[in-house]
């Protein structure tokens, strides 16, 4: 699928002026946009002050607050794209569950879904009564960054990754209690994901109206629980639902999923304008595996930024060298920093992304 299938299509009398999105949009740039998953995260010490004195709801839902932490890594270094502070769970939040962020364990969720009855309970309440502070601190950071030409990327999670939290309470390792549902109550879990379909569909388009330049779909654990029959049987019907009502959103929009390597082409398949490539596959074999028409963002192993800098370096070269010249290459991580990330190597990754590729 191109993007001139999925409705971000474009005249060339409105090309877009921003590197990230004329990347999206396959145009040539002088040189190769930079963002990073997590760019506004633990590494960053002005976040650890302001976690130490709110909670992870209370900047996600504070617009002041999530405006202020999505700034802090697009004034500290030379990004092309910032990505609203929020989180693919608080969804959940007005569908019914009790979602809290545990310090140190994590995201946990008190009533989680036990029964094909708590199901049917779920409500799909719209995005701008259950997430209006996420939806305010789009605006505002789209009014900051609107002038140095930094779109704001908008984002939601994939059916199948919230159901998982859903159904085991917490980031899972096995996703045992979620094959389980899956496999013995599958009216019941195909009403699951239809669910999730229209909350996440309706969210992702209400991020565009509120001013995101594009849209990123998080797919962070089908491809790490499933095989690629199950994939294409209970994941796949789905996630090309919620693709195809976003495309309507006017915007580019990022299928990231996590993990598919096995059935890259398949994950790729189900819609979006760019693929996300996680770090598991060589950059140039993936962009061949998506098509080499489709742009694609990616890399780097996010572990390599805890290098020293020559091999950081050697690293980062061999994602752009893989990548070549062809436009339609946004630079990124594979999966998002971590925490130990040291802020100087941030600092010189995208400096040097930037002195690499200058025409
Ligand atoms: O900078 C950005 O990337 C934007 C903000 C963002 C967050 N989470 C903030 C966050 C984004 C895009 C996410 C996506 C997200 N959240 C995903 C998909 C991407 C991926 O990592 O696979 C998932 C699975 C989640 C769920 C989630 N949120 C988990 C598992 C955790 C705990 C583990 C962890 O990484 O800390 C969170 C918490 C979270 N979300 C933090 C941040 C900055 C850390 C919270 C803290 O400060 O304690």
């Known amino acids: 699928m191109t993007a001139q299938a999925t409705g971000a299509s474009i005249e060339p009398s409105d090309e877009p002026t921003s590197l990230f999105l004329r990347a999206c949009h396959r145009l040539p740039t002088e040189r190769t946009p930079v963002w990073l998953l997590r760019q506004a995260g633990r590494y960053l010490p002005q976040y650890r002050a302001l976690r130490g004195r709110y909670s ?3 900047l996600i839902r504070t617009p002041e607050l999530a405006a202020q932490v999505t700034l802090l890594p697009v004034d500290a270094f030379q990004l092309d794209a910032a990505i609203i502070f929020a989180d693919i769970l608080p969804p959940l939040i007005g569908m019914g569950l009790e979602l809290d962020f545990v310090p140190g364990d994590g995201p946990r969720i008190a009533n989680p879904i036990r029964s094909t009855s708590a199901v049917d309970m779920l409500g799909v309440p719209p995005a701008a009564e259950t997430l209006p502070g996420t939806l305010e601190a789009i605006r505002m950071v789209r009014a900051k960054l609107e002038r140095r030409r930094i779109p704001v990327i908008g984002f939601a999670g994939a059916p199948f990754t919230l159901a998982s939290y859903a159904i085991e309470g917490g980031t899972s390792r096995h996703f045992t209690r979620t094959k389980a549902f899956m496999l013995s109550e599958p009216a019941a879990w195909k009403r699951l994901l239809t ?44 996630n090309r639902a919620l693709f195809a009502v976003v495309a309507r959103a006017g915007v580019p929009v990022i299928n990231f999923s996590l993990g598919v390597a096995p059935y890259l082409a398949d994950a790729a398949g189900c819609g ?3 693929v996300g490539l996680d770090w598991q596959l060589p950059l140039d074999e993936a962009w061949a595996t ?13 572990a390599s930024l805890l290098a020293p800098w020559p091999e950081l370096r050697h690293r980062i070269d061999e994602v752009l060298d893989r990548a070549g010249a062809r436009p339609g290459h946004v ?9 130990e990330t040291p802020v100087d190597n941030v600092r010189r990754l995208v400096e040097h992304v930037a002195a690499r590729t200058a025409t």
Do not use: I
């Open 331 to 339: 630079f990124n991580v594979g999966h998002g920093l971590v925490p």
């Open 272 to 274: 979006g304008d760019v």
């Open 56 to 58: 992870m709801l209370d």
């Open 290 to 302: 998506v098509g080499l028409g489709r742009p694609v963002q990616g890399n780097l192993d996010p």
């Open 195 to 238: 669910k999730l379909v229209t909350v996440q569909a309706d969210y992702l388009l209400a991020q565009a109206d509120a001013g995101a330049g594009a849209l990123q779909v998080f797919d962070s654990w089908a491809g790490r629980a499933l095989n690629r029959q199950d994939y294409l049987r209970y994941v796949a019907p789905s």
